[in-house]
């Protein structure tokens, strides 16, 4: 696999990791729900410079009565963050990403068969700029 161009890219490509389509927030289509059968994920984009913590999010969409899927996609997430954290290399650095406090949780949606977690992770760009 080929090294992400620069911050934004590693983002995007650390997001688009887990088999769900992932999407910046700001760029996601309005027939999400219904083309992402499986499940999508949003996030949000911002970058700092070396020793800036950026607390960063990202939400877990499923159109689901049950809970069980998208809350093992967001296990499989922490699992894949670890209690180190995770270095997303891009070129002329990296990302270090850790989970956040609190790392999950459930948020209500005005339809009952969306289901969505919220999930918090701090960022750390490991470069100059």
């Keep these: 696999m080929a ?3 620069d911050k934004e890219a590693a983002l ?3 997001w688009n990791s887990f088999g769900w389509a992932a999407r910046d927030e700001n760029t ?3 027939d999400a729900m219904t083309r992402y059968d499986d499940g999508y994920i949003t996030y949000n984009v911002a970058t700092a410079s070396f020793d800036e ?3 960063l999010y990202a939400n877990l969409w499923r159109h689901d009565t049950s809970w069980a899927a998208i809350t093992q996609k967001a296990n499989e997430i922490s699992a894949a963050i670890g209690y180190g954290g995770k ?3 891009f070129v002329g650095g990296a990302i270090w990403i850790c989970r956040g406090k609190p790392f999950s949780q459930r948020m209500a949606d005005e339809d009952d068969t969306t289901r969505r977690i919220y999930i918090n992770i701090m960022a750390e760009f490991l470069s100059a700029d």
């Design 53 to 55: 913590p950026v607390p």
């Design 28 to 30: 996601v289509p309005d």
């Design 87 to 89: 270095l997303v290399p």
């Design 12 to 14: 995007h490509e650390f």
């Design 3 to 5: 090294i992400a161009a």
